[in-house]
T-cell receptor, first 114, second 115 residues
């Protein structure tokens, strides 16, 4: 168990560019979550996967955001045509199917849009 | 919808003093509640969780929390603060309505520990 891994840890981009973040969950976890955290705020839910199926999306996830988990293992979060308001820490977490199972978080990917 | 409210965005204590971080929840069903800690530029680490067993929950690093249904509270405490406890603390409630184990977080409390 190597924990949840996220790459890249930091990304600086210019407005209008596309960026992609990758998350590798704990191997035996079927559930994977993406959250966004801005300075001074708690994490906000973006989306959730059960295996490869994306079961829930927050209204925070605009059309410029897309997440995939093609084989039920790693996941990617892509942001197209980035805006300055997209600057945030993007956190990935995974959990087991057990109802009271806690979420295990990665260290996050910090995005800065200039 | 379930939610949590953390009272006090910043709390400052002296080393060795009691730590009390407040969290109140709103839920239409018996909640599962969590406390996480976040150190600068890192992800969140679970401190403890309440899942309808014992109302007094002990966690890592000497922290504990008590579930009080009558007060809809789940406050986090530690008898004696250490410098290493300085971090941001988040209370969260689990969505039992089909969102997997999705958590809804509070806005966080920044704990400062002074000598």
């Amino acid at each position: 168990d190597t924990g949840v891994s996220q790459n890249p840890r930091h990304k600086i981009t210019k407005r209008g560019q596309n960026v992609t973040f990758r998350c590798d969950p704990i191997s035996e976890h079927n559930r994977l979550y993406w959250y966004r955290q801005t300075l001074g705020q708690g994490p906000e839910f973006l989306t959730y996967f059960q295996n490869e199926a994306q079961l829930e999306k927050s209204r925070l996830l605009s059309d410029r955001f897309s997440a995939e988990r093609p084989k039920g293992s790693f996941s990617t979060l892509e942001i197209q045509r980035t805006e300055q308001g997209d600057s945030a820490m993007y956190l990935c977490a995974s959990s087991s199917d057990y109802p009271t199972g806690e979420l295990f978080f990665g260290e996050g990917s910090r995005l800065t849009v200039l | 919808a379930q939610s949590v409210t953390q009272l006090g965005s910043h709390v400052s204590v002296s080393e060795g003093a009691l730590v009390l971080l407040r969290c109140n929840y709103s839920s239409s069903v018996p909640p599962y509640l969590f406390w996480y800690v976040q150190y600068p530029n890192q992800g969140l680490q679970l401190l403890l969780k309440y899942t309808s067993a014992a109302t007094l929950v002990k966690g890592i690093n000497g922290f504990e929390a008590e579930f009080k249904k009558s007060e809809t509270s789940f406050h986090l405490t530690k008898p004696s603060a250490h410098m290493r406890d300085a971090a941001e603390y988040f209370c969260a409630v689990s969505d039992l309505g089909g969102g997997g184990n999705k958590l809804t977080f509070g806005t966080g409390t920044q704990l400062k520990v002074e000598l």
